[in-house]
């Protein structure tokens, strides 16, 4: 359900930062989404999809990068890739883990006119 | 694409802007489709609005030394009546203040202001969590006063609440044995972005299939800096050790 919070939230952004750069068409809108970021990913693109009627973006190409998760470990300091929040490191079998990457929500940049 | 002359070669925009010729060989024709695009390189956070008003709801707490927690969990766990039994036990000892979120309905404001504790319900309609601009909300109506504790109940919730920050020095949830053990695993961005974990309902294990132990091993797998509680707030069973953390706050911040 928070997909539609962080979709308008996107969208408001987008157009802020659209409006100080004195765009008046955004062409492209570059997005960076952690895999473990707690976002539903399908949902996020349905959420964007009703969010943006209407606005400026109704006609931007949405680009999405989704970034793999990647731990730490807090006992033997190695990094890993991780797919979920309860992995043990793979090196010494502590959960004390880190997550380094895998938790972006962000708007990396657009392309305005 | 490069924003100057839409030729797919984005690379070469560093020769441009050192007054280089064209290096590279075009092998469209050059209509400059979009001349006059622009990549503006935003690189923000998407919940940012969010993030900058929890943190000055943040400063507010700070300035007036406020102890702020946010108390999360399914609905069902057991909020409400950890609320009421812990006022119960501390409203003689701390000023309190309670701002409740829910979908619909005041039934838990009612609860808490029958307690004669302020209270401030926040209906979020079809929102499934309360965000940080709710609480600066709430916060003019109730006027908290300095040196005292603000208990949020967040909307019945195991997923949306843990992404947005409203400024609490911490974050609480609340898992009952009633919910079978393996709720950290099955929704384990709650646990990971908590602070203090409230085992609740531990009277009630004996009949049921929930190991309270393996509750706490997968709450601790999911972050192992959790601080755990384990009580009863039906019974009273455990309260104390609560109460006595309670009063321990405002704890610095993380």
Known sequence: ?????????????????????????????????????????PALAFALESC???????????????????????????????KDMFSACPFCGSFAVRITKGKELRIKSIVIK | ?????????????????????????????????????????????ILRRNNLMAERNRGYFEAKAIFC???????????????????RRLKDKKAIYVIEGDQQTSHDAERIAALNI??????????????????????QHLNPSEK????????????CPALFDLGEARKVVIVSTTEGDDKPLKYPYMFKEAHVCIINKTDLSPYLNTDIETLRGNCLKVNPELQLFELSAGKGTGMDKWCEWLLSGPVLPI
């Open chain 1, 1 to 41: 359900m928070h997909e539609v919070s962080i979709a308008q939230s996107i969208v408001d952004l987008a157009i802020q930062q659209a409006e100080s750069h004195s765009a008046i068409e955004v062409e492209e809108l570059e997005l960076e989404i952690g895999v473990l970021s707690g976002i539903e990913i």
């Open chain 1, 52 to 82: 943006v009627m209407g606005t400026w973006l109704e006609k931007t190409r949405i680009v999405r990068h989704d970034i793999p998760g990647e731990g730490k470990c807090g006992d033997c300091g190695e990094s890993f890739p991780i």
């Open chain 2, 1 to 45: 694409m490069c924003g100057t002359c839409g030729c797919g070669d984005a690379a070469h925009h560093y020769h441009h802007d050192q007054g280089h010729h064209h290096e590279h060989e075009h092998d469209h024709n050059h209509e400059h489709p979009h001349e006059d695009s622009r990549l503006i390189a935003v690189e923000l956070d």
């Open chain 2, 69 to 87: 927690l946010n108390l999360m969990s399914s609905p069902g766990a057991g909020k409400t009546t950890l609320l009421e039994e812990t006022i």
């Open chain 2, 118 to 139: 302020p209270v401030f319900q926040v209906n979020t309609g079809s929102g499934c969590h309360l965000e940080a601009s709710m609480i600066h909300h709430a916060l």
């Open chain 2, 148 to 159: 005292s504790l603000l208990l949020i109940e967040n909307v019945g919730n195991l997923v």
